[in-house]
């Protein structure tokens, strides 16, 4: 009787199984139907700072199955930022108050085919943080809206300064009405980290297709070690620095004793 | 030529940060100051953030002090007793100094600190030195004027814990040593400079030194201080770029041996005074950003605190 029970109770986990199986392939398969709508890559996966390194630029390339918008929104890795307002106190100007934001991307750079509010609204904009006005950073403080606001645009602000934010929209280039590419520059000053690639089809003001392709920047060679080396063992890196030091002063004096 | 520098994580043009090694090298070789003073305000000025620059400053001040106590160890213009008395006392002044540092650094004041202690240190012994220069010139043009006391004994040289320094032919109380060292471990850690154009006065007017010992002596504990500083910003706020001290110091080495030759046919007050209005000149610049309206009143920090 046991036995026959038990038969019973695996047949039923097999059905059981099997229809997950059968609901996941269904699942994939409209997936990759949905994904198919726009694939796209980029020429480098990797973006590696080297001691010589001075920016460099990234193509990111892709095909969409018909016509429609694309935009492109690359996403640097997020970490807390301060923002600081000087102010006159006796005469100079020092650091007053503060704002911490909790999740500000250390790049942030939007492409389309067209200007934005030609084929997408405010919601949809929102939802997927497009563009600056609509870039989330978690402002920690409890202050009044135009306050922040103040602080935010400064924050902005300076991120474009550095180069880090775009000042305008990038270009993203149709070959004819399926091929479309752009470039994506990176300045010397880039942050380390995983940056997040964002294409997005756009049709009737809804976003029908999206893919996120991940893109790493980190330190390799010389640079990286000694990166590595003063943030895993600082006093180590310090004692290293200053026998460096003393052994440069030693050579210097003994070099130039007889010039 | 650009290269990246790890710690700061921006990219400089080496041959630039080569040419400002030189040129503060040079002037430092020809006056016989450490020239720290000019090299921190020039690396902020190309965009290196000061935490950074006063780290690195005070890692290649450590190679610029070794090469240049050799010179005046040949001759035999050290002072070792009073210099490891004066360490002493920049230990001390050192580990407070960077802990005042990563306190502003936290509160966000570095910026103002550095710079606000740059135009009062500047200011005050750059305007002293400039009518000390001055009025020597003007001696010199007559020279009845009546000459000083040798010897001035002020309260300072009642303190206790008296001790005789045989090679300075003094015999002056440990604390006044430890305490001139204390103020100048404390300006390697927060100016990031050596702080030889105050030890330097200090040692001759406050301890009556014989001045062919001063500047050996004061190089000597600067090694030790900027040292110790090099190791605890590494430690505690990880502000030292080795590679930016690298490039400055190949610069410096080589502009300090024409700084040298260069110093060699300048006359003594004629050097001090071009000195003092140099130290004046930068105290004013700095004094002069603090005061005008900056362009951005919101700056923005991803260091961790």
Same mark, same amino acid.
């Given at each position: 009787?046991?036995?026959?029970?038990?038969?019973?109770?695996?047949?039923?986990?097999?059905?059981?199984?099997?229809?997950?199986?059968? %609901?996941?392939?269904?699942?994939?398969?409209?997936?990759?139907?949905?994904?198919?709508?726009?694939?796209?890559?980029?020429?480098?996966?990797?973006?590696?700072?080297?001691?010589?390194?001075?920016?460099?630029?990234? &193509?990111?390339?892709?095909?969409?199955? *018909?016509?429609?918008?694309?935009?492109?929104?690359?996403?640097?890795?997020?970490?807390?930022?301060?923002?600081?307002?000087? @102010?006159?106190?006796?005469?100079?100007?020092?650091?007053?108050?503060?704002?911490?934001?909790?999740?500000?991307?250390?790049?942030?750079?939007?492409?389309?085919?067209?200007?934005?509010?030609?084929?997408? *609204?405010?919601?949809?904009? @929102?939802?997927?943080? /497009?563009? %600056?006005?609509?870039?989330?950073? *978690?402002?920690?403080?409890?202050?009044?809206?135009?306050?922040?606001?103040?602080?935010?645009?400064?924050?902005?602000?300076?991120?474009?300064?550095?180069?880090?934010?775009? /000042?305008?929209?990038?270009?993203?280039?149709? %070959?004819?009405?399926?091929?479309?590419?752009?470039?994506?520059?990176?300045?010397?000053? &880039?942050?380390?980290?995983?940056?997040?690639? @964002?294409? %997005?089809? /756009?049709?009737?003001?809804?976003?029908?297709?999206?893919?996120?392709?991940?893109?790493?920047?980190?330190?390799?060679?010389?640079?990286? @070690?000694?990166?590595?080396?003063?943030?895993?063992?600082?006093?180590?890196?310090?004692?290293?620095? &200053?026998?460096?030091?003393?052994?440069?002063?030693?050579?210097?004096?003994? /070099?130039?004793?007889?010039? | 030529?650009?290269?990246?520098?790890?710690?700061?994580?921006?990219?400089?043009?080496?041959?630039?940060?080569?040419?400002?090694?030189?040129?503060?090298? +040079?002037?430092?070789?020809?006056?016989?100051?450490?020239?720290? +003073?000019?090299?921190?305000?020039?690396?902020?000025?190309?965009?290196?953030?000061?935490?950074?620059?006063?780290?690195?400053?005070?890692?290649?001040?450590?190679?610029?002090?070794?090469?240049?106590?050799?010179?005046?160890?040949?001759?035999?213009?050290?002072?070792? #007793?009073?210099?490891?008395?004066?360490?002493?006392?920049?230990?001390?002044?050192?580990v407070v100094g960077v802990w005042i540092f990563s306190i502003l650094q936290r509160i966000g004041q570095i910026d103002a600190a550095i710079t606000l202690s740059y135009v009062f240190f500047l200011g005050t012994i750059g305007t002293m030195m400039m009518v000390?220069?001055?009025?020597? =010139?003007? $001696? $010199?043009?007559?020279?009845?004027? #009546?000459r000083g006391k040798l010897h001035r004994h002020i309260w300072l040289h009642g303190l206790p814990l008296k001790m005789r320094f045989h090679r300075s032919k003094l015999y002056i109380s440990a604390l006044l040593p430890a305490g001139i060292g204390a103020i100048?471990?404390?300006?390697?850690?927060?100016?990031?400079?050596?702080?030889? +154009?105050?030890?330097?006065?200090?040692?001759?007017?406050?301890?009556?030194?014989?001045?062919?010992?001063?500047?050996?002596?004061?190089? +000597?504990?600067?090694?030790?201080? !900027?040292?110790?500083?090099?190791?605890?910003?590494?430690?505690?706020?990880?502000?030292?770029?080795?590679?930016?001290?690298?490039?400055?110091?190949?610069?410096?080495?080589?502009?300090?041996?024409?700084? !040298? #030759?260069?110093?060699?046919?300048?006359?003594?007050?004629?050097?001090?005074?071009? =000195?003092?209005?140099?130290?004046?000149a930068v105290a004013l610049k700095l004094a002069f950003d603090l005061v005008m309206e900056p362009n951005d009143v919101f700056t923005i920090s991803t260091r961790m605190s």
């Amino acid at each position: 009787m046991s036995a026959v029970r038990k038969g019973a109770g695996r047949l039923w986990s097999v059905r059981i199984a099997g229809g997950l199986v059968g %609901l996941l392939a269904g699942v994939f398969l409209a997936a990759t139907v949905w994904a198919q709508q726009l694939v796209a890559d980029l020429s480098s996966h990797l973006i590696a700072i080297t001691t010589g390194f001075t920016g460099t630029e990234v &193509v990111l390339f892709g095909t969409t199955d *018909g016509a429609g918008d694309v935009a492109i929104v690359v996403t640097g890795p997020r970490t807390p930022v301060t923002v600081r307002r000087k @102010e006159r106190i006796a005469g100079i100007w020092i650091n007053a108050r503060s704002v911490r934001f909790e999740q500000v991307p250390g790049y942030y750079m939007v492409a389309t085919n067209r200007p934005l509010d030609q084929f997408v *609204g405010r919601p949809v904009l @929102e939802r997927h943080q /497009i563009g %600056l006005p609509n870039l989330q950073l *978690g402002p920690r403080e409890q202050l009044a809206p135009d306050q922040l606001a103040l602080f935010r645009s400064a924050l902005i602000r300076n991120k474009q300064r550095a180069g880090l934010y775009g /000042i305008t929209l990038g270009q993203v280039a149709f %070959l004819g009405e399926r091929l479309f590419r752009t470039n994506i520059y990176f300045p010397a000053n &880039v942050p380390t980290g995983l940056y997040n690639v @964002e294409a %997005l089809l /756009i049709r009737d003001g809804e976003v029908v297709s999206a893919q996120t392709t991940p893109l790493v920047v980190s330190k390799v060679g010389f640079s990286a @070690e000694i990166y590595d080396f003063a943030r895993n063992q600082p006093m180590i890196y310090g004692v290293a620095a &200053v026998i460096g030091a003393i052994a440069a002063g030693w050579l210097a004096g003994a /070099i130039f004793r007889r010039v | 030529m650009q290269v990246y520098l790890p710690i700061a994580e921006m990219s400089v043009n080496a041959l630039l940060v080569l040419g400002m090694g030189g040129l503060v090298g +040079f002037l430092s070789g020809m006056f016989g100051v450490g020239g720290g +003073f000019l090299m921190t305000p020039l690396l902020i000025f190309i965009g290196v953030p000061p935490a950074i620059a006063v780290g690195t400053q005070a890692n290649q001040l450590v190679a610029a002090s070794v090469s240049g106590v050799l010179a005046h160890w040949r001759r035999g213009n050290v002072d070792v #007793k009073l210099g490891v008395v004066m360490l002493l006392g920049g230990m001390v002044g050192t580990v407070v100094g960077v802990w005042i540092f990563s306190i502003l650094q936290r509160i966000g004041q570095i910026d103002a600190a550095i710079t606000l202690s740059y135009v009062f240190f500047l200011g005050t012994i750059g305007t002293m030195m400039m009518v000390e220069a001055s009025r020597a =010139l003007i $001696r $010199r043009r007559a020279p009845t004027a #009546k000459r000083g006391k040798l010897h001035r004994h002020i309260w300072l040289h009642g303190l206790p814990l008296k001790m005789r320094f045989h090679r300075s032919k003094l015999y002056i109380s440990a604390l006044l040593p430890a305490g001139i060292g204390a103020i100048g471990g404390m300006l390697v850690a927060i100016m990031g400079i050596g702080g030889g +154009f105050m030890l330097v006065p200090a040692m001759i007017y406050l301890l009556n030194m014989p001045t062919g010992l001063v500047a050996g002596t004061s190089l +000597f504990q600067i090694i030790f201080t !900027t040292a110790m500083a090099t190791l605890l910003q590494a430690a505690t706020n990880q502000t030292v770029d080795v590679m930016l001290a690298l490039l400055l110091l190949i610069g410096g080495v080589v502009g300090a041996q024409f700084g !040298t #030759k260069a110093g060699g046919r300048l006359r003594g007050e004629q050097a001090r005074l071009l =000195l003092a209005s140099l130290v004046v000149a930068v105290a004013l610049k700095l004094a002069f950003d603090l005061v005008m309206e900056p362009n951005d009143v919101f700056t923005i920090s991803t260091r961790m605190s």
